[in-house]
């Protein structure tokens, strides 16, 4: 299979890791779901598929139909159940992640719903469960900045997770620096690491200067302090869900935190406002009444059930 789309960006060019054949839309499998809803699937080699959702349509500003918009799933359904029978793995790419928005946490905004509408989540969480172990990751953009979560699921009545990464953005349309952002697989097919690199574009703008990419960071080498040791350890739910708990573990709460609030050039939000207890809570749920149950076990009163606010009743900041 060919690479077949290079992008050229502050002075530099970059062949997509995943890529399709040129002549794969125009074939009709590939036409009538994109055409039809903009989501379609790729079999990338033999035993690997990416299924690629349009999650914009999901989303609470979206005037998709919820019918419609419910096919999409049944589809998304259709292509796992497929890709199980034929014993191959999953990656699942998106624009907006199935998860509450940042923007309103970090803007002390009093929305604190799902970033997708109410009628997708329970069902899109069904669709995860039942697929865990063909799914080996899924990578999700939109909020211009490096971010992960790591949802529950119950898989065979067991607990499981699911994660989610959050990738920054090649834009600085949001006053952002551009950022990109290459992933490193095992033959299995499971996420490694990410690697991240980043576009000082106001300095060189300003310097009247052409912009080079510089590597900023790794997943692991940021979030893990054995990483050395954990260099062929995949980045699962599991894996995503311990880091996350390390927020309200007393001995590695402000380490974790400030690294996940100043993990990026391109991160514009400000997070002071939110607590390590919220943080942990916004990153291991993916429902509003998850959420809701999360917070007042930390004792965080939520003063409208539509609306979940950052107010802390019991003095933790």
């Known amino acids: 299979m060919k690479l077949r789309i290079i992008t050229s960006f502050c002075g530099q060019k970059f062949k997509t890791l995943i890529g399709a054949p040129s002549d794969y839309y125009k074939r009709d499998f590939a036409q009538e779901t994109f055409f039809q809803g903009g989501y379609y699937t790729i079999e990338h080699t033999s035993n690997l598929q990416i299924i690629s959702l349009n999650t914009v349509s999901f989303t ?10 419910l096919k999409q799933l049944d589809w998304f359904e259709d292509v796992l159940e497929a890709a199980q029978k034929d014993k ?16 309103e946490a970090a803007n002390f905004k009093p929305n604190r719903t799902m970033t997708w509408k109410d009628d997708y989540i329970p069902r899109f969480n069904s669709i995860m469960s039942k697929f865990y172990e063909v799914i080996k990751f899924t990578l999700f953009s939109h909020q211009h900045s490096s971010m992960w979560f790591s949802q529950p699921i119950l898989h065979r009545e067991v607990e499981k997770y699911v994660n989610y990464f959050i990738l920054p953005s090649i834009s600085p349309i949001y006053e952002n620096q551009p950022s990109i952002s290459i992933g490193i697989m095992d ?25 080079q990419y ?17 260099k062929d350890v995949a980045l699962t739910g599991e894996v995503l869900f311990k880091l996350a708990s390390q927020l309200i573990e ?3 709460m402000q380490d974790t935190y400030r690294k996940l609030v100043f993990n990026s050039y391109q991160f514009v939000y400000n997070f002071s406002v939110v607590s390590p207890f919220q943080l942990y809570c916004i990153l291991t749920q993916n429902t509003v009444e998850g959420v809701k149950k999360c917070f007042e076990s930390y004792h965080f009163q939520i003063l409208d059930y539509s609306f979940l606010v950052l107010y802390c009743s019991s003095g933790i900041s």
């Open 187 to 211: 033959d299995d097919f499971s996420l490694i690491d990410l690697l991240f690199y980043f576009c000082p574009l106001t300095y060189y703008t300003r310097q009247g200067k052409t912009p």
């Open 214 to 230: 510089f590597f900023h960071y790794s997943f692991k080498s940021r979030f893990f302090y054995n990483y050395q040791k954990l």
């Open 60 to 69: 609470k500003h979206s005037n998709v139909n919820i019918s419609e918009g």
């Open 250 to 252: 007393i001995h590695d």
């Open 88 to 103: 191959k793995s999953v990656i699942i790419i998106g624009h907006v992640s199935p998860s509450l928005s940042i923007y």
